[in-house]
């Protein structure tokens, strides 16, 4: 089984690219944090990951996610390998990311959408509503 979860915040804002046919394509750094003790200090390691989303998915990620932005993520492990253009090969392991739960309020920006579409949001919201957080 191939599952990676992860809790964290993003690195930077999502870049967003399209495949030839048109298929949106979405990449961002995600940090996550891991607390331990050694020598009875508590000391903080952060570990850097490369997400990439694909699909509806990815859109949803450049329209209401920037850096610093909480978010839980379910997803695979994929390692490629690509030339440089010096000629050397190079390997790269990135989470494929299958599932996002954005933990962070949604800013709702007008000026970069202009319908109030519900279905477009990761969760329903109203721009009328009262966000309870």
């Not at 979405?26 to 000391?43: G, I, M, V, W």
Request: hydrophobic letters at 30%.
């Amino acid at each position: 089984m191939n599952k990676v979860i992860l809790l964290g915040r993003l690195g930077d804002d999502p870049e967003i690219r399209y495949t030839l046919n048109g298929t949106p394509v979405a990449h961002f750094s995600l940090a996550t944090n891991e607390f331990y003790y050694q020598n009875d200090k508590r000391e903080l390691h952060t570990e850097w990951h490369r997400i990439v989303v694909f699909g509806k998915l990815a859109e949803q990620c450049g329209l209401y996610l920037n850096k610093g932005s909480k978010v839980f993520i379910e997803g695979k492990l994929r390692t490629r390998s690509f030339e440089t253009r010096q000629g050397q090969i190079k390997k790269i392991t990135e989470i494929w990311a299958e599932k996002i739960i954005f933990l962070d309020p949604v800013k709702h920006n007008t000026q970069d959408h202009s319908t109030n579409d519900d279905t477009s949001l990761p969760y329903p919201f109203r721009e009328d509503e009262d966000i309870p957080f």
